[in-house]
């Protein structure tokens, strides 16, 4: 049951996830830069998550947790930026495409690191999943010569990074409760996506323009949902593709039996 549970956390928080390329389609319609989309996604989602945490009242945390917690929030801003450089060159469904290929990235991933060749089931696994996510995104339908090769590497790019940072929301400072988690991971993105971008402008533009729409958006579905189900979840379900088999597995136990 609990794995159950956890398994469709991680499956929530990726749909969240996935959701941000339309959202940010339509903020490039309104002349916002793929910056100015992440500055507001990470800088409102923080200040949503902050005034969570501060009703916690669970502040102590060591300096060791705190910084592996804030480099695992760095990695997802590079996710999103990564993945905004691929959404404003390529369609929405394509873009997403590329970014859900973190499944299989991340097998290797942590093959390489387990120094632990992906056993039959995995790798058959992978080629499902491949198929799968190219025919949900019609790319079969695009012409490749069609396709941005600068939309199709940060797509790829954004793809690697996001397995990098599952594989780290899965393994450090594990033993924190989930809202410090959250807390610091979100706090790490805010602070590398905001020097990374011009914050005067940012903030301006938030106050001044609709940008403050989009960062309530892209804040919620890009850092609050999927940040919140990634800490409570990555830690016990693990970050690659056991995931899908937790699931599966849970599924197939709570199966109704067939009749004599």
């Known amino acids: 049951m609990q794995l159950l549970k956890y398994s469709i956390m991680v499956l929530i928080g990726s749909i969240s996830y996935g959701t941000l390329s339309t959202m940010m389609k339509f903020g490039f319609m309104d002349g916002h830069s793929s910056g100015e989309l992440v500055g507001s996604q990470y800088l409102v989602g923080w200040l949503i998550v902050s005034v ?51 499944t299989w990235i991340g097998v290797l991933i942590e093959s390489f690191l387990n120094k632990r060749r992906p056993d039959k089931n995995k790798l058959i696994a992978i080629f499902v999943l491949f198929i799968g996510t190219l025919l949900a995104g019609a790319i079969f339908g695009q012409p490749l010569s069609g396709l941005s090769l600068k939309g199709v590497s940060f797509g790829l790019l954004s793809a690697l990074l996001f397995a990098l940072y599952m594989y780290c929301n899965s393994q ?67 970050s690659g593709l056991e995931r899908f088999f937790v699931l599966r597995n849970c599924l197939q136990q709570w199966s109704f039996p067939s009749s004599s």
């Open 52 to 102: 969570l945490f501060l009703f916690s009242f669970k502040y102590k945390v060591s300096w060791k947790s705190a910084g592996l917690l804030l480099i695992t929030g760095m990695m997802s801003t590079f996710v999103g930026k990564a993945y905004a450089v691929s959404v404003s060159e390529l369609p929405a469904s394509i873009a997403v495409v590329f970014l859900f290929q973190f």
């Open 172 to 238: 450090f400072a594990v033993g924190e409760s989930s809202m410090k988690r959250l807390f610091f991971i979100a706090t790490g993105g805010m602070l590398t996506a905001v020097f990374t971008t011009n914050p005067v402008t940012l903030v301006t533009d938030l106050v001044q323009t609709n940008l403050w729409y989009y960062g309530l958006l892209l804040g919620t579905l890009g850092v609050l949902v999927p940040f919140f189900f990634f800490a409570v979840s990555l830690p016990k379900v693990g």
